[in-house]
């Protein structure tokens, strides 16, 4: 027999192991014995898209044009979108044909941008924590790491002047975002400034992922890269529909920015899919175009959880910023834990499901992410769950407090 028979390609190996695999086991096994799990781990929405978007689907199912193979590029109408949304948010001009491009969702966008540009032995930048999509996508395409450690110190915030010269200088990529997921941080306007400079200088491909691009509170408004003054010549922008509309399931998301390297991705995928389901990008589009009505009630809903959540939490001894942005919270583990540890424990004793921090890179240890992708009542119930059974922030603290206390 052949030695390698079957064996998978080298490029699966320089994964580092997948840290919710124990997870989703004992998550079956909770489910089978009946209990009633409150997934708050991934960042998947809850409820429906919005209505219009999914008239707009049905509608077009009913066309036979709709049911071939779509455009590689995407259908003209989504890409016009696609610009109009960008104008009508940013005051940024994209030119549709050359400057925008439709994905199956950005996760694979991301991930196939990597192949798209990554030699073996390239070196990307990315940092730590990040959406594992980031670093797993260079993985794959063969990429030399170089990982920048986030600090709670410096709010979570890219620190370019740790950077070695040597390593700026050979870096073909680097892969950011803000508003930020796990951690949550928002990153100014003059950081944006600073970072496209940064890779203008070094001749660097700057992808930032702008996922949780309306996702923002208190009048917060996220920045896009495309803003700044240059960025295009050297970046692009993913972004998604999943998140503010409701359409994890659906698969679709944008890349916008550079028209060569748009036009490198388009090349790759050429040989990879067909593009998406030209009903969904009906239904994209029709989204796209919703009044800033629809965004402020889903900001409402995502501020309402975020509040409830951290007022809840304070009393369970965590005492939690206020994010600008995002659907999470980010919190540390009880002090000693390591975030596996915690997240296990929190399952087990309360049925409650969050992610372990290390499974966005090593510098997100000793923190666990909460989505907010439960109603309040939910998100109740998973205070009292976790009240219950004694999950605090520092139990230790606690223990010493109720001894003084008689
Ligand atoms: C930062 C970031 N980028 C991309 C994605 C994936 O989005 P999509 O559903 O468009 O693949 C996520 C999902 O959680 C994310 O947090």
Same mark, same amino acid.
């Given at each position: 027999?052949?030695?390698?028979?079957?064996?998978?390609?080298?490029?699966?190996?320089?994964?580092?192991?997948?840290?919710?695999?124990? %997870?989703?086991?004992?998550?079956?096994?909770?489910?089978?014995?009946?209990?009633?799990? @409150?997934?708050?781990?991934?960042?998947?929405?809850?409820?429906?898209?919005?209505?219009?978007?999914?008239?707009?689907? @049905?509608?077009?199912?009913?066309?036979?044009?709709?049911?071939? $193979?779509?455009?590689?590029?995407?259908?003209?109408?989504?890409?016009?979108?696609? *610009?109009?949304?960008?104008?009508r948010r940013y005051s940024v001009h994209l030119d549709p044909d050359s400057e925008a491009l439709p994905l199956l969702g950005?996760?694979?966008?991301?991930?196939?941008?990597?192949?798209?540009?990554?030699?073996?032995?390239?070196?990307?930048?990315?940092?730590?924590?990040?959406?594992?999509?980031?670093?797993?996508?260079?993985?794959?395409?063969?990429?030399?790491?170089?990982?920048?450690?986030?600090?709670?110190?410096?709010?979570?915030?890219?620190?370019?002047?740790?950077?070695?010269?040597?390593?700026?200088?050979?870096?073909?990529?680097? $892969?950011?975002?803000?508003?930020?997921?796990?951690?949550?941080?928002?990153?100014?306007?003059?950081?944006?400034?600073?970072?496209?400079?940064?890779?203008?200088? $070094?001749?660097?491909?700057?992808?930032?992922?702008?996922?949780?691009?309306?996702?923002?509170?208190?009048?917060?408004?996220?920045?896009? %890269?495309?803003?700044?003054?240059?960025?295009?010549?050297?970046?692009?922008?993913?972004?998604?529909?999943?998140?503010?509309?409701?359409? *994890?399931?659906?698969?679709?998301?944008?890349?916008?920015?550079?028209?060569?390297?748009?036009?490198?991705?388009?090349?790759?995928?050429?040989?990879?899919?067909?593009?998406?389901?030209?009903?969904?990008?009906?239904?994209?589009?029709?989204?796209?175009?919703?009044?800033?009505?629809?965004?402020?009630?889903?900001?409402?809903? $995502?501020?309402?959880?975020?509040?409830?959540?951290?007022?809840?939490?304070?009393?369970?001894?965590?005492?939690?910023?206020?994010?600008?942005?995002?659907?999470?919270?980010?919190?540390?583990?009880?002090?000693?834990?390591?975030?596996?540890?915690?997240?296990?424990?929190?399952?087990?004793?309360?049925?409650?499901?969050?992610?372990?921090?290390?499974?966005?890179?090593?510098?997100?240890?000793?923190?666990?992410?909460?989505?907010? @992708? *439960?109603?309040?009542?939910?998100?109740?119930?998973?205070?009292?769950?976790?009240?219950?059974?004694?999950?605090?922030?520092?139990?230790?603290?606690?223990?010493?407090?109720?001894?003084?206390?008689?």
């Amino acid at each position: 027999m052949k030695p390698n028979w079957i064996a998978p390609a080298q490029r699966l190996k320089a994964l580092p192991p997948y840290v919710f695999a124990r %997870l989703d086991e004992l998550k079956a096994r909770a489910r089978e014995q009946g209990l009633d799990l @409150i997934d708050l781990g991934m960042g998947n929405p809850d409820g429906l898209a919005p209505r219009p978007a999914i008239d707009a689907a @049905i509608a077009a199912f009913e066309q036979p044009l709709h049911h071939g $193979y779509p455009p590689f590029e995407g259908t003209s109408s989504f890409r016009e979108a696609i *610009a109009t949304w960008y104008k009508r948010r940013y005051s940024v001009h994209l030119d549709p044909d050359s400057e925008a491009l439709p994905l199956l969702g950005s996760k694979e966008g991301l991930t196939h941008l990597a192949l798209a540009y990554v030699d073996p032995g390239d070196i990307v930048i990315v940092p730590s924590p990040s959406y594992p999509a980031h670093f797993r996508g260079p993985l794959i395409a063969g990429a030399t790491l170089h990982q920048l450690q986030l600090s709670a110190e410096n709010n979570w915030l890219i620190d370019l002047s740790v950077i070695p010269e040597d390593v700026a200088r050979q870096a073909k990529i680097f $892969y950011f975002n803000y508003p930020n997921n796990p951690t949550t941080a928002t990153a100014p306007r003059e950081f944006f400034e600073e970072i496209v400079g940064f890779a203008r200088h $070094y001749e660097i491909l700057l992808v930032h992922d702008l996922c949780y691009a309306e996702l923002a509170f208190d009048g917060y408004q996220p920045t896009s %890269l495309l803003e700044i003054s240059g960025a295009k010549e050297i970046g692009v922008e993913f972004h998604t529909l999943s998140k503010t509309y409701n359409m *994890a399931g659906w698969r679709v998301g944008f890349v916008v920015g550079n028209s060569r390297i748009i036009q490198g991705l388009r090349t790759l995928k050429t040989n990879l899919d067909y593009g998406i389901f030209a009903v969904i990008q009906k239904a994209a589009e029709t989204a796209l175009q919703l009044p800033d009505t629809y965004v402020q009630e889903v900001q409402e809903r $995502y501020r309402s959880r975020r509040d409830f959540l951290i007022s809840g939490l304070a009393e369970l001894g965590w005492n939690v910023p206020k994010s600008k942005a995002t659907m999470y919270l980010w919190i540390p583990c009880p002090v000693g834990m390591q975030s596996t540890d915690f997240a296990l424990e929190v399952l087990q004793t309360t049925g409650v499901v969050v992610t372990p921090g290390n499974a966005f890179g090593e510098a997100g240890e000793g923190y666990v992410r909460i989505s907010l @992708i *439960a109603d309040r009542d939910r998100l109740g119930k998973s205070l009292n769950r976790w009240k219950n059974a004694g999950i605090r922030y520092q139990p230790e603290t606690a223990l010493v407090s109720a001894v003084g206390d008689r």
